[in-house]
């Protein structure tokens, strides 16, 4: 079976036939095509060849979480005990473990997907202080839509005959499917992201530049919410499409360029400009 490359465009159910790596085909892989799904799409073929949008990250890029992040190295000590959350309680005290596909930087706090893959990106079982850890999952659904888990197992269900420790168990992507009344699933939309203030949590999951990377991709906040987010600016942030709230950052130079208070920290790299600070 043959097929072709499909890129998201801005609407819903509406996709440009693009290439990959100089191919515009692909042979199914044998196996694959019994884990196939069917909808039906509309693929506008007029745009084929033509450049779409800019390069995306295509992960999420963790930029405020409820405590900062250290995670336990990748060496691990013999003897350690298990607890519920699947951490070493004899040996790794204070550490953070974070799980996932690839590579992981404390500073940086980057997941990354292979481009045009779902699922989930990563996985944080992040130490807040001596007495609470919190479960913070991030991922995709089969159909690109942002997913995020903040509280309950590490451990994702219906893992079959999966080690349920093992790395490949905890990312299982089955964590996505729980009901929709769960308190601690949290489901976006690939056009609008997710922006949920309900106590305790405050998360939001926005397109924004990332800069580490120079590339447009899902930016994550989760904070706890106190039901109280200061000044409404009726503004919204040229980096992360969130609402301002607090303090807004005015651009001296450009008319109508604002930033929320995470977005100008790292203004040198994505809009090096002055900034007025506007309470």
Known sequence: RLGIFLRMLPRENRYARVMLAGEDLVVFREGLAARCTYRDVFVQQRVWGSVLTE?????????????????????????????SGGQNTSDEEGFSQVITRGSWSDEDRLFELA??????????????NENRSTTIKVGLDGAFNPRVQVGGSIFSPEIRNLDPYSEEGRLHPSWMDAPAHSMYLHRGTRLDGLLKDDYPWRISVQNGMIPKTGKIGWIVD????????????????????????????????????????KCVVHAEDTHNHKFEAIT
């Open 115 to 128: 481009v045009g893959d779902s699922g989930t990106a990563g996985a944080i079982y992040l130490n807040e």
């Open 222 to 261: 989760i904070e706890r919410s106190d039901g109280d987010r200061g000044k409404e600016f009726n503004r919204i942030c040229d980096g992360c499409s969130s609402t301002i709230y607090k303090v807004w950052h005015k651009c001296t130079e450009c008319d109508e360029f604002d930033f929320c208070s």
């Open 55 to 83: 390069e995306r990250f295509y992960g999420f890029w963790m930029r405020t979480l409820l405590a900062p992040v250290k995670s336990k190295p990748k060496t691990k000590k013999k003897g350690g005990q298990k607890n």
